[in-house]
Each structure stands twice: as C-alpha cells, then as structure tokens.
C-alpha cells in the first residue's frame, strides 16, 4: 500500500470524500418541496437517527462518509408518495453529535441499523446505501439477511482497497488507515478546508452538491470521520458474498472527463462483485461519486426499476 497503482488513486477519488487526506498520507443537494408527512422515529442512539416520510413499502436511506440525510431529500420526497421512506443519519456527521472518541464506528452503526429495523417492526425493507452506506447494507445484508429485502448499493465496493491492486489486504491496508486518520486528525482548519474543496472535485460534476458536501464535511466530528474512513478501508466484504441471497443492485459511476474511466471502472465493479451471486451491476456514464446529483433522471430510473 506504499506505493498504490496512480489509477487506483484516481478512482479512490471519485470515491471517498476524504481521498485529499489519504494522499497526502499516502505520497446538498438542490431544494426540493419537503413532503407534507414528516416525522422523527422514536428510536434512541447514539450511532444513528432516523427521520421517516411517507407511506407505503419501507425503503431505508442511508448516507456515505461524511455526508447528510439531505443526500437523499431529492429522492425521499419523490417516493414518499409510494413509500415510507426512513431517512438515515450517522452520527459524527454533518452535525449530528459523535460520543465515541476514535473507537470503531462501521459494525457499531451496522448493528444499530439491525436493531432500527427490528424495533420500527420493519418488513424486510429495501436499501439503498450511498458509498460508506452502501457497504454497510452490504454488511446488514450479510449478517442479517432476515432484516434487508433488497439492496441497492450505490458506487461501493466491497473493500475499497482494492483500488491499489490485487494483492492488497486488511493487513497492508491497516498502517495506511492509521496514518490517513492521523493526518486528517491533525490537518489545521484551512488545511482541513482546502483538502475538503479539492476532493469535491473528483467526487462530483455538480456545483451544488461539490458545495453541500465540503460543507457538511466541515460541520462533521473529524474522529468520527477518521474512524468511519479507517474502518472502510480495512473492511473485506468480499468472503460473504457467495453466500449471500438478498437481490443486490450495484451501480457504479463512470466519466471520461475527469472521473472514473468507463473500462476501468466496469472491469473493477465486475470483478470486485464476481462471487456474488444475485447482483445486477448497472453503470452511470458522465457521473461523479454522487451519482445522484450527477444524472439524477439516469439514478431515479435505475431506483425505480430497483423498486419495481
């Protein structure tokens, strides 16, 4: 991992809000009406809080690092005229307190999504989880499988470490997400800033969410984020996939300007998801990381026949 392939950095990138930080180591969304139904679940935590929407089937939403429930508002308000729709939000993210120091944050918060479904009487609901959310429905999916209908993982993979090469792994990758943490820990806030600003740059074409995501970014607990990123990186899904029967919708991102190159990017997504056996791998052209802000009638399309 000291010395990772450059185009594995280069769709790190596109993947991770915090991918400035791990370099150096290493060398939002639009307004939308709110729907007239709106309500906090009574659940209590100290990992997550769930805001629900709607009517109808469960879908559960759930962010990536560092970003917002509001990643989601564009879709949540759109299905929740056909959907009861539960709006995930992390804590130590945009805002939402952290209380756990640098201690583990991904199985945790795996855990508590199990416990949410249990507790809100849950009928095997569908998933779509965003980047970190997405693995970690990969996770619930794996562990739980009786607690997830479906998923939807939006530009995931199941070990992100991947990107450096074949023979990366959670060992290699262990010391890189030490120091990544250390740094981004002990960056001063114009530093922070700027890392946050550049990396916006590969993770989106849009303005607006390039905006909202630096600054949900700087509202985050910079432990929590350091943690959930350490986390990420050492996390190998991949053992679990073949035994894995919940339906899986993978979509993956791909922009010939200056994101994720389309070979390259379907090559890894089909090799990184061989072994799974129920996944419908489905590509984005001219998206970013937020593929949802990037082609948003492409992203609601691809839902909907998730959904459908």
């Known amino acids: 991992m000291s010395n990772p392939a450059p185009r594995g950095r280069a769709i790190l990138c596109a993947l991770m809000l915090s991918t400035a930080v791990m370099a150096t180591a290493l060398s939002g969304a639009a307004a939308t009406p709110e729907p007239a139904v709106q309500t906090r679940a009574a659940?209590?935590?100290d990992r997550l809080s769930v805001e629900v929407v709607g009517s109808g089937p469960d879908i559960i939403l759930i962010p990536g690092l560092a970003s917002s429930r509001e990643v989601w508002r564009p879709l949540a308000n759109r299905l929740s005229a056909t959907h009861?729709?539960?709006?995930?939000?992390?804590?130590g993210f945009?805002?939402?307190?952290?209380?756990?120091?640098?201690?583990?944050?991904v199985q945790?918060?795996?855990?508590?999504?199990?416990?949410?479904?249990?507790?809100?009487?849950?009928?095997?609901?569908?998933?779509i989880g965003h980047s970190m959310g997405g693995l970690s429905g990969l996770l619930l999916a794996?562990?739980?499988?009786?607690?997830?209908?479906?998923?939807?993982?939006?530009?995931?993979?199941?070990?992100?470490?991947?990107?450096?090469?074949?023979?990366?792994?959670?060992?290699?990758?262990?010391?890189?997400?030490?120091?990544?943490?250390?740094?981004?820990?002990?960056?001063?806030?114009?530093?922070?800033?700027?890392?946050?600003t550049q990396a916006a740059q590969g993770l989106a074409r849009d303005p607006a969410i390039r905006e909202a995501m630096v600054a949900w970014s700087l509202a985050s607990d910079r432990r929590a984020v350091?943690?959930?990123?350490?986390?990420?990186?050492?996390?190998?899904a991949r053992p679990g996939l073949a035994a894995m029967t919940t339906p899986v919708t993978a979509l993956y991102a791909t922009d010939a300007d200056g994101g994720p190159p389309p070979a390259l990017a379907q090559a890894l997504w089909t090799q990184e998801y061989a072994t799974l056996p129920r996944v419908r791998l489905v590509r984005i052209d001219g998206a970013r990381h937020f593929i949802m802000a990037d082609q948003?009638?492409?992203?609601?399309?691809?839902?909907?026949?998730?959904?459908?």
Do not use: C, K, N
């Open 296 to 308: 948003p009638a492409l992203f609601d399309a691809a839902v909907d026949e998730f959904l459908r």
């Open 94 to 105: 945009a805002g939402e307190p952290w209380v756990h120091g640098d201690g583990p944050f």
């Open 226 to 236: 350091a943690a959930a990123f350490s986390d990420v990186v050492t996390t190998d």
């Open 108 to 127: 945790p918060e795996v855990e508590e999504l199990a416990r949410y479904t249990a507790e809100a009487g849950l009928e095997r609901p569908a998933i």
């Open 142 to 196: 794996q562990q739980r499988p009786e607690r997830v209908g479906r998923l939807m993982i939006v530009d995931a993979l199941p070990f992100y470490s991947a990107l450096f090469g074949p023979t990366v792994t959670v060992e290699t990758a262990r010391p890189v997400a030490a120091q990544m943490a250390a740094a981004m820990i002990a960056a001063d806030a114009a530093t922070y800033r700027t890392q946050q």
């Open 84 to 91: 009861r729709v539960h709006l995930v939000q992390l804590a």
């Open 43 to 45: 659940f209590a935590s």
